[in-house]
């Protein structure tokens, strides 16, 4: 292929990693284009060649991105880029390294050598509405007093009854969340909470640890569901990327 | 005990997407030109916002439990 025909295309970004070396990973990304750096002193960004500046988040776009990302991961921890990031070209990109070189050599410091794990709670159970009425009497008094007659309640009472819900709901949360990472703190360097996706889920946490602790942040998640009857169920997954833990936003 | 499972990260697409599509860093300048078409996948990753809407939800679904529970 011929690198001239490419020269006012994009370059799509992966990742920015710390090298001193140019280097190729193969055909691995966007439409199997040829991953490789761009090195300014010392800082790399990972990137391949794309045919245009528009990407859509389809599926094996996605895929690709995060194909990329994990074969880095197997040499070095990377520094993530957020998916659909095409700069106009090489230029572009060293000056981006030079200008932010600072920022990411902190943040090099705070992931080398650490991996992200997951790890959400949710409510094992088949109607988690059932379960709040079975465990919580100030819902159930309310749903009593509220669809307990004949006639259809008021949208005030059901606001009322819907709020308290949600406020139930969150307020368990905080208190799990609390109590989890009360524990696995001991066993991550941080800990970042995350939005939950759903009412099933309580928690959802993103942990920073090294990547030569998977086995012991496993024990630690163990650790943390003995505190849980079997109303709760734990997930973890990983090793990832630290995208929750890499947070710059570069305005040019 | 609760229980506890691994899942490993290929198997579920909404874990890729919170972090892809989410996280890490950015260029404001050249994500607005790349990113066509976000709301396409991103949907499924949406975080629930408790509102008037989720309310009522919440309301008829417990609405439901007095139902099934009623004598019959």
């Known amino acids: ?252 | 005990m609760a229980k506890v499972q691994k899942t490993t990260d290929s198997s579920s697409l909404a874990e890729v997407v919170d972090r892809i599509l989410d996280k890490g860093i950015v260029v404001d300048a050249w994500a607005k030109i790349s990113l066509v078409g976000i709301e396409l996948i991103s949907i499924e990753a949406r975080v629930v916002i408790a509102s008037v809407e989720t309310y009522l939800k919440y309301a008829e679904a417990i609405g439901l439990t007095a139902a099934a529970a009623a004598p019959a």
Not at chain 1, 20 to 45: C, H, N, P, Q, R
Not at chain 1, 51 to 80: D, F, G, S, W, Y
Not at chain 1, 189 to 196: G, L, Q, R, T, V
Not at chain 1, 233 to 252: A, D, M, Q, R, T
């Open chain 1, 1 to 252: 292929m011929s690198k001239k025909n490419l020269k006012r295309n994009g370059r799509y970004l992966y990742a920015i990693i710390e090298a001193s070396e140019e280097k190729t990973f193969g055909s691995i990304g966007m439409d199997g284009s040829d991953v490789y750096l761009i090195v300014e002193d010392k800082t790399a960004a990972v990137v391949s060649d794309v045919p245009n500046k528009k990407i859509r988040p389809q599926r094996k776009n996605i895929a690709a991105h995060h194909a990329v990302l994990n074969k880095i991961m197997e040499e070095i921890t990377p520094l993530p880029m957020a998916f659909g990031i095409i700069a106009d070209g090489e230029q572009a990109i060293r000056k981006i390294l030079a200008d932010n070189r600072d920022v990411f050599r902190e943040q090099f410091a705070t992931v080398s050598g650490k991996v992200e794990m997951g790890m959400r709670i949710s409510y094992d159970v088949p109607n988690i509405f059932e379960y709040f009425i079975s465990t919580d009497s100030e819902i159930r008094a309310a749903r009593d007093q509220y669809f307990g007659g004949n006639r259809e309640p008021s949208q005030e009472a059901k606001l009322e009854l819907g709020r308290m819900f949600n406020r139930q709901l969150n307020a368990n949360r905080e208190e799990y969340t609390n109590q989890v990472i009360e524990i696995l703190d001991d066993y991550c360097d941080d800990i970042k909470e995350n939005k939950c996706r759903n009412e099933q889920e309580v928690t959802s946490l993103a942990c920073l640890i090294n990547r030569s602790d998977q086995k012991r942040f496993e024990e630690g998640v163990f650790e943390s569901a003995r505190h849980f009857d079997n109303n709760f169920s734990f997930e973890y997954n990983g090793p990832w990327s630290p995208h929750n833990f890499v947070n710059i936003l570069i305005e040019l």
